[in-house]
């Protein structure tokens, strides 16, 4: 099974700083996940990536598979980026949905 | 295109009972995944079904059992509830088509409460 450690648990940032979430997994992987969770549950998938690196918006994520490490940068913060950002791999021997998430980081940008 | 849709979006039930949550995926999706939340254990993957196939199985005991319609709706039921099944239950549908480059797209989960 594949490990997930997600850092940090929390972070508070003030509007305008940048924001980096650390991932880093077990076992080599196909594609990586990074979701976005605002309290009520709704889940909605930011990237999936299998190298390098992709930008959606003010939105950066990075992989590095020799290392086994993401990460998800947020440039510019903005109290609507205030949610719960969650990373998750595969399953070892499984499909890209069979996954093992991490536990998450609680994200509060203050205005 | 309509989002994934999970119905009900919450629902109690007592010790015992069964209980059956429904998810109809993005038109054209044929991959459903089912995953359950709790403050405890986090997100954990329940199952996945492809063309009405069950393609993958997380943990969880036989009580937890799913099945995927012609149509690629899906459903999951739980079978004696136990307090312990009362979570945030969310699907997601992809387009999947045994590749592996396709996003999940979630629904909003259904809220199950035992009691």
């Known amino acids: 099974k594949n490990e997930v450690e997600q850092s940090p648990q929390n972070l508070t940032a003030q509007e305008g700083e940048f924001i980096t979430i650390n991932c880093s997994y077990s076992?080599?992987?196909?594609?990586l996940h990074w979701l976005q969770q605002h309290p009520g549950g709704g889940i909605v998938s930011l990237f999936m990536?299998?190298?390098g690196k992709k930008k959606h918006g003010r939105l950066i994520a990075t992989i590095n598979i020799q290392e086994k490490h993401s990460s998800l940068h947020i440039t510019a913060s903005h109290p609507r980026d205030s949610a719960v950002y969650i990373c998750?791999?595969?399953?070892?021997?499984?499909?890209?949905?069979?996954?093992?998430f991490g536990k998450g980081t609680l994200l509060t940008v203050n205005p | 295109k309509a989002g994934v849709t999970q119905t009900p979006r919450y629902l109690i039930k007592t010790r015992g009972q069964q209980v059956t949550l429904s998810c109809s995926p993005i038109?054209?999706?044929?991959?459903v995944s089912w995953y359950q939340q709790t403050p405890g254990q986090g997100l954990q993957f329940l199952f996945e079904?492809?063309?009405?196939?069950?393609?993958n199985k997380g943990n969880f005991p036989g009580r937890f059992s799913g099945r995927q319609f012609s149509n690629s709706r899906s459903e999951m039921n739980v079978s004696t509830l136990e307090l312990g099944d009362s979570a945030l239950y969310l699907c997601?549908?992809?387009?999947?088509?045994?590749?592996?480059?396709?996003?999940?797209?979630f629904g909003n989960g259904t809220r199950l409460t035992v009691t």
């Open positions: 997601a549908s992809s387009a999947a088509t045994g590749g592996y480059n396709s996003p999940l797209h």
């Open positions: 076992v080599g992987i196909s594609a």
């Open positions: 990536l299998s190298s």
């Open positions: 998750a791999v595969p399953n070892s021997g499984g499909s890209n949905y069979k996954l093992t």
């Open positions: 038109s054209g999706h044929r991959s």
């Open positions: 079904y492809f063309s009405e196939t069950q393609r």
